[in-house]
């Protein structure tokens, strides 16, 4: 570790696992599988491979973006996609019809007077940016805008180390016992509330929301859903409110093929703590419990090969397609001989 950075040495925390549908074998394991909080199995021809997956998410993956969307395809003339462009700086909005179009990001942080950045994390955070954007979910405690400051991660890896020091932010390392969710999935109380809630993060942690009632796609690379109405011969879009999160808890579960095994045994069985949620109009889709299980999937595509898992929906047919979560940048890793990882493709150089 560079000097001057103090770290609790650990990005994340593995616990106990159990498989869904067996015995929970001890007290405080978590259950693991499709439609739960642990639903992504990470896959590999070799254990080398699944802890590579592991460590290209929680510490090489610098951006991540959707790059595309089929969940919804003709469900009543409504169809889904996902625009392209840059997802930096990690918070975006655009004002548009009704709530406008809202992003979150990756490895962002509050820097307000209620919840400052420590002085010894500045250096490897960007300058701050302002965000003023619609409340229409209670943000702001009602009010119709809310205004906050943030600052991105810089491009030395280092930053995402930094530890959680009380009443200071990043928080980005603290783990989260429970999933929270954000905008319509979680109204808080300060000033920015929801903002701050996810505490554990990825360069695929994710929050967007996008516009109600527009006729044009998101100018903003965030999903979407818009409705097909012809009139007269003449076909017209209506893109519709969709909200998209991905948050993760901070822990990866073990399902030990032998109670006696190393937590790096080769037959172990590895699955990574996340929530993926979208809610729209006429229905919601998640990778955790409640809904009618089905083919759609949500995919985390590494430069290592893709992991996924399946979504559940109170609609079944249409919901039968792939959102794809996809690394776009990698962090470098420079040593004295250059860039260790491609920042590009995410190769070992």
């Not at 300060?190 to 006729?215: K, N, P, V």
């Not at 937590?263 to 919601?284: I, P, Q, T």
């Amino acid at each position: 570790m560079a000097k001057g950075v103090h770290t609790r040495m650990k990005r994340f925390e593995f616990v106990e696992g159990w498989l869904t549908g067996g015995t929970d074998p001890a007290d405080g394991s978590v259950e693991c599988g499709d439609y739960t909080d642990f639903p992504v199995e990470v896959t590999g021809a070799t254990n080398a491979d699944k802890l590579d997956k592991i460590a290209e998410i929680y510490y090489r993956a610098k951006y991540a973006q959707f790059t595309s969307n089929d969940l919804i395809d003709n469900f009543s003339n409504v169809y889904s996609g996902v625009s392209s462009g840059s997802v930096t700086p990690r918070i975006q909005y655009e004002s548009g019809s009704f709530n406008g179009d809202f992003l979150m990001n990756g490895y962002w942080t509050l820097d307000t007077e209620s919840a400052p950045c420590n002085a010894d994390s500045i250096p490897y955070l960007t300058a701050i940016y302002s965000g003023t954007y619609n409340d229409p979910y209670g943000w702001g405690g009602g009010i119709d805008t809310i205004t906050a400051d943030f600052r991105d991660i810089l491009n030395n890896e280092r930053g995402i180390w930094l530890p959680e020091q009380l009443g200071y932010q990043p928080i980005w390392n603290r783990m989260m016992p429970d999933l929270v969710g954000l905008g319509t999935f979680y109204v808080g109380v300060d000033e920015a509330a929801g903002a701050d809630q996810q505490g554990f993060r990825t360069a695929f942690s994710w929050y967007s929301s996008s516009a109600s009632g527009s006729s044009t796609v998101p100018n903003l690379a965030i999903p979407y859903i818009y409705e097909e109405f012809t009139f007269d011969g003449v076909t017209e879009n209506v893109y519709e409110n969709l909200e998209v999160l991905v948050e993760f808890s901070g822990t990866v579960a073990i399902i030990k093929n032998n109670p006696n095994n190393s937590d790096f045994a080769s037959d172990n069985r590895y699955f990574l703590g996340l929530r993926f949620r979208a809610k729209m109009v006429f229905a919601e889709v998640t990778s955790g419990t409640g809904f009618i299980e089905s083919t759609a999937r949500y995919i985390m595509r590494l430069s290592s090969g893709d992991l996924s898992c399946p979504l559940g929906s109170a609609i079944t047919e249409p919901l039968s397609g792939d959102i794809v979560h996809e690394i776009t940048e990698w962090f470098p890793y420079q040593d004295s001989g250059g860039n260790v990882w491609s920042p590009t493709t995410g190769a070992k150089l």
